[in-house]
């Protein structure tokens, strides 16, 4: 995502556990490849809240409207991030269940994803999702479970 990613807001103390181990976060994070295509921007990152946008444009069905699995992407791109967050360098947080309630359609402009802890363990982590229109009606309520595995270094 290039320099986008330098503008993800990351607690301090992240950064420097990672830091502390020579990676440079602010420099790798991204949304992922699919992310990336679907022009999700993380504006926030950590354990306790995640927030991103995505542009209804180019992420529609064929009647115009947020397609339902585009607002799943976003979903579980935020609910992935809080637990890897919650994790921490010694943790991949690999998405286990997710469910969706779509409320209503969007044509244009963009959504706005906020994903918050509902429950932080040692083996799993979910985190719910509320994705909102501009106007702050919300589009979609999500919720995503995490298998937290240890990394093989």
């Known amino acids: ?10 607690p301090q103390d992240v950064l420097d556990e990672y830091a502390s181990q020579g990676i440079d976060l602010p420099a790798l994070f991204s949304a992922g490849a699919l992310g990336e295509r679907m022009e999700i921007r993380i504006l926030e990152a950590s354990a306790e809240r995640v927030v991103a946008t995505m542009p209804v444009k180019g992420n529609t069905q064929p009647y115009g ?21 919650h994790g921490g360098i010694k943790k991949i947080a690999v998405g286990v269940d997710l469910n969706c309630t779509h409320h209503r359609g969007v044509r244009e402009g963009q959504v706005t994803g906020v994903a918050t802890p509902v429950h932080r363990g ?12 501009e106007h702050d009606r919300r589009v979609c309520t999500a919720r995503l479970t995490c298998l937290l595995r240890d990394t093989d270094s």
């Open 65 to 85: 409207l947020l397609h339902g699995g585009a607002s799943a992407v976003l979903a579980e791109t935020l609910g992935s991030v809080g637990a890897m967050m």
């Open 122 to 133: 040692r083996s799993t982590a979910t985190y719910d999702v509320v994705i909102s229109d």
């Open 1 to 10: 995502m290039g320099a986008e990613q330098h503008a993800v807001k990351f």
